[in-house]
């Protein structure tokens, strides 16, 4: 993980939304395809790039994309996160004193995420319904002109990479009662036409780990699937 910019801690005697502003403004000058921080165990299978939008299918995955920007020093925010997991962010190392979150933005959710964009490195959106081109067009704008990145859960025209989970996988007791220790996926990045990238990452942190033939995991499985079976 590294960033390509220094970052100036938001001076506490001074107006948040002020500060921001200057951002924002530096932010016009900074040119899209700049390096955006990643974690470790996301950095080569899908580096973030600035006037870049992503797809997951998960919110593990939304958390994480946003989590190396973050650590970095960054400011980050979540649109359209009723459920946001506050504990879960900040075991990925995402610094809630610089999080913007916006649960609910209704039907307003295209201006909220622009105006989102206009001042943070990372947005998170999770969109109320399907987004039209022309909706996605005025945020893929936006993105390049400020040289964030937007991760979107769920789907998105024109999406430079797609990330979904294809397996996942807990460790824990084999029988009876005790804690879920580790959660492991199997990851799938496509862009485009290329084929498809996979890795094996694990929580907490989001971390690479090698595949292992052999497992000493139990599947959680759904109620419903539990009831088809």
């Known amino acids: ?81 009723s459920d946001f997991g506050a504990e879960a962010a900040a075991e990925l190392g995402i610094e809630l004193s610089r999080t913007v979150l916006v649960p609910d933005p209704g039907e307003h959710w295209l201006e ?7 001042v943070l490195r990372v947005v ?28 979107v859960h769920g789907d998105w025209p024109r999406a430079e990479a797609r990330l979904s989970i294809e397996e996942s996988l807990w460790t824990g007791p084999a029988s009876g009662t005790g804690q879920l220790a580790e959660r492991r996926a199997r990851v799938v990045v496509r862009r ?10 694990a929580w907490p942190g989001a971390r690479r780990v090698e595949a292992t033939t052999e497992r000493e995991v139990r599947e959680i499985r759904r109620p419903a699937d539990e009831r088809a079976g």
């Not at 909220?112 to 206009?118: F, I, N, Q, R, S």
């Not at 998170?124 to 991760?151: C, F, K, M, N, Y």
């Open 192 to 201: 485009g036409a290329r084929p498809p990238q996979r890795a094996d990452l």
């Open 124 to 151: 998170v959106l999770r969109p109320p319904a399907s987004v039209s081109e022309r909706a996605a067009g005025v945020i893929d704008s936006r993105l390049r002109t400020r040289s964030a990145v937007l991760v």
């Open 1 to 81: 993980m590294s960033s390509s910019r220094s970052i100036t801690a938001l001076d506490p005697a001074r107006s948040v939304v002020e500060q921001l502003r200057e951002r924002m403004a530096a932010m016009e000058h900074k040119p899209a395809g700049q390096p955006v921080p990643t974690l470790p165990g996301l950095a080569g299978l899908v580096p973030l790039h600035g006037g870049g939008t992503y797809a997951v299918d998960s919110a593990a995955l939304g958390l994480a994309l946003a989590a190396g920007a973050s650590r970095a020093g960054e400011w980050v925010g979540f649109a359209g996160w």
């Open 112 to 118: 909220v995420t622009a105006a989102l964009v206009d």
